[in-house]
């Protein structure tokens, strides 16, 4: 796994950086998070009729604790101790984030498309900032208000399909309810990482996170194993296991949470907003999933929305440029 190694050693390294090159590399790499994750929308879409959510995020998760163990085993034994007294967070946050935002975005794909999941997804910036503002200090003007409004109409656009002149009639899929779901619980993964600190670094921090969503995950996952017609041991099923796993599980959540201690939750959720445009572009070379016109009337609404939610005050940036 060099690329793997590499990560962790450019981790270290990025410790003794100026704080203005840490910022500006945090910032650059977080723009490959959505990417990473439109992976994972494929990965959802693909899964029906092969691996059953509960299982395939068993494995995608398992994977990723299997590599990460190995790459920080060191500094976990070191930090045991403290790994042992924060183990609710830990519980709380693996439910979060690999429970939550990991099987019930499987479930939801099960019934709604991609460009579907990542536009719902679009709105988990929102969340963020917002909560940001409450319970982490991070500012919250006018301008986030609104564009806090545009977002959630953007949402709800893309949710009843455009239908708002019929919007008693809109049959909703069950698969968005559970994508709103998964939206939510990222966004209290996102600021429970920043609200609580860990003396772990990013590796480690995600090994153990890791380790306890196998933990939650496992009695689901046992269930669902008993259920006819879910799963088809195979080649394809461990395929999307570990593409799932290595792809968007360590790369995506390892740059964020990284990302995170270096800057604002406000700032590093900004590049999510590129989520819809990723997967929607991937969807259609990769599944033929053709954007409807209300796909496109939603993102224009969430992107913008987005973007005034997490734009950093004018007063902040005067503050920076100084």
Known sequence: MPNLRLARQSGAHSLSMPEADRTRLAMAAVWAVPLLWSINYLVARS?????????????????????????SRGELWQQRCQIVRAWRQYLVLGTLGMLICGAWVYEGARSTGTMNIALIYAASPVLISLGAARWLGERFGWRQGMGLLLALAGVLHVVVKGQWQALGDVQFVAGDAWIVAATIAWAGYALLQKAWPSTLGSTARLAVICVSGVAVLVPFAVWEAGQPGLTQWGAKAFGLVVVAGL???????????????????????????????????????????????????????ILPGVFLVTRAPRETVRVAAA
Do not use: N, T
């Open 47 to 71: 899964a029906p009729g092969v691996i059953g959510p509960y299982l395939l995020a068993l494995g995608r998760w398992a994977v990723a604790a299997a590599v990460l163990i190995a790459l």
């Open 247 to 301: 792809v968007p599980g360590i790369g995506a959540y390892w740059i964020y949470g990284w990302a995170q201690k270096i800057l604002s939750a406000s700032r590093v959720a900004v590049a999510l907003y590129l989520g819809p445009l990723y997967a929607g572009i991937v969807a259609w070379m990769a599944l033929g999933e053709v954007p409807g016109w209300h796909h496109l009337a939603g993102a224009l609404m």
